[in-house]
Each structure stands twice: as C-alpha cells, then as structure tokens.
C-alpha cells in the first residue's frame, strides 16, 4: 500500500493508540508485545530505539528455524513490532525473517520482505484480542515452516541459461 508524506497514518494505516486517540506509552507498547510473546512461547530476542527515543521496535523469535538448500545457512521466523511515540510512523506488527539490529535492518524488515499482518486505526480502542487473532499466534510456527518448505521447492528449480540473462 502506497504510503503519504503528508499523513504517515493514513486512513487504513493504524497506531496502537487508546481509545481516546492519544498514543499508547512506549512502556505499554512493549508490555502488550512482551504479554503476547510470552502467551504465544516466543523468545523476546531484542528491543531498541531510534532516532533519540521517538522511534520503537522489538523484536520476538517464534521459535523456526530452517534452512533452504545449506544447512549452514539457517533462517529463522520473527515477529516483530515497530512504531513512533511521534506520529511519523504507524505501529505496525508483523512476520519476517529478517533479524532486526538497526535502522537499516528495520527498514528491510518492514518495507522489503514482510507484509505488514496487523495495524490498528490511531482514532480505534486497542483490542489486544483482536491484534492476537489477526497475527495468527497460534499458526505461526506451521506458517514458517510450510514456507521454508515452499523455498525448498523453488531451490529446485533449474535456472535456465536463457532465463538467468548472463548471471554467473
């Protein structure tokens, strides 16, 4: 979904916001994230903050790990959450099998590999049920591996010469 510079949060982004619209603290952000975790058997891997305090993420491993073709080379499943204690990004809660560490990697994580799987409107009440339902706690593990399964397949394929346009 496109997003606007003039309206980080538009009309089907979300925040996790009260009921009275004002933001949710960044404490009760990562205390819903970290009661979800622990509900679900996650490992809360890591949290930080960006850009002097105003930006949050955590990061939680949901337990899958596979690997596609080398067995040294392993991916894990993560759930992450990110948002802003000031307005310029929606909290977002998503899969992704990229291990955030930085503003970079947050990025990626966010824009490059994962489809964002829950938002909540800023003007909505907070259902922490509702965010739990939409994630597909209880799916998630099988979610990963029937993936990793479906990357096994794809490595399969032969690349033909003509299709791969001189790669090397």
């Known amino acids: 979904m ?3 510079s003039a309206s980080p949060c538009g009309s089907s982004d979300s925040r996790l916001c009260r009921s009275t619209g004002k933001p949710v603290p960044p404490g009760e952000v990562l205390g819903f994230f970290r009661d979800l975790t622990d509900a679900a058997g996650f ?3 890591t949290a930080g903050t960006l850009f002097g305090g105003k930006r949050l993420w955590a990061l939680a491993s949901i337990g899958g790990e596979a690997a596609v073709t080398d067995p040294r080379g392993k991916m894990k499943g993560y759930l992450l959450l990110s948002t802003a204690c000031d307005g ?3 909290t977002e809660a998503s ?3 990229v291990r955030v560490v930085c ?3 947050l990025g990626f994580a966010r824009n490059g590999v994962a489809k964002v799987d829950v938002k909540v409107t800023h003007s909505a009440t907070f259902d922490p049920h509702a965010v739990k339902r939409e994630l597909g706690i209880e799916t998630a593990k099988a979610q990963f591996f029937e993936a990793m399964g479906q990357f096994r397949e794809m490595a399969e394929i032969p690349l033909v010469r003509i299709c791969a346009g001189g790669i090397r």
Request: hydrophobic content about 15%; charged content about 15%; proline content about 7%.
């Open 2 to 4: 496109p997003r606007s």
């Open 43 to 45: 490992t809360l891997e």
């Open 88 to 90: 310029t990004m929606c």
């Open 95 to 97: 899969y992704t099998t």
């Open 103 to 105: 503003n970079n990697t």
